[in-house]
């Protein structure tokens, strides 16, 4: 059974969509049955280019990825999820919708990439986040994700935190 992930951020543009693309990638190139989604609550409705341009850099397919609504997850019909990952600390503050299934909810925060000075500076601040989600996403897929339960999973998930 597909583990799916959701990750939020308040405008779905950077962090959020940095952590998609990393986890669906790092799954598929480690045969782990996992599929990640993204969304937020304010959707800026573009990715940021400086977060498309971070993952091609490093030889990630973005076709497809697109700022979108937490309620699109909310809905009937949507993919259930396992878990849900916070991004931004605002998005972290904000009432959530109501998840289908109860997922486990971790906040793993990291700085807006796009606050960074100057346009070599994002650039730097953009592939730093990229790597710094791509640790915790590895982290993540070595989870026995099919064996835990919602305790252990959120065990897990704050152990990863801390690391």
């Known amino acids: 059974m597909t583990t799916n992930v959701l990750i939020l951020c308040t405008h779905n543009s950077a962090r959020s969509v940095l952590a998609e693309a990393m986890l669906n990638h790092l799954a598929s190139k480690m045969g782990k049955n996992v599929r990640a989604f ?23 397919d973005v076709s497809g990825y697109r700022s979108k609504s937490w309620d699109e997850f909310a809905q009937d019909g949507a993919p259930q999820m396992r878990i849900v990952i916070t991004v931004c600390d605002s998005a972290a503050a904000e009432a959530c919708p109501f998840w289908p299934g109860s997922p486990v909810k971790v906040h793993w925060g990291y700085a807006d990439p796009s606050n960074a000075p100057g346009d070599e500076g994002k ?30 999973l959120q065990q897990a998930l704050n152990d990863i935190l801390k690391s």
Not at 46 to 60: S, Y
């Open 38 to 60: 993204s969304a937020g609550s304010s959707p800026s409705g573009r990715v940021n280019p400086l977060a498309i341009e971070a993952l091609t850099k490093a030889g990630i």
């Open 123 to 152: 650039r730097q601040a953009f592939d730093l986040t990229r790597q710094a989600i791509g640790y915790r996403m590895l982290q993540l897929l070595e989870l026995p994700l099919d064996r835990l339960g919602d305790a252990e």
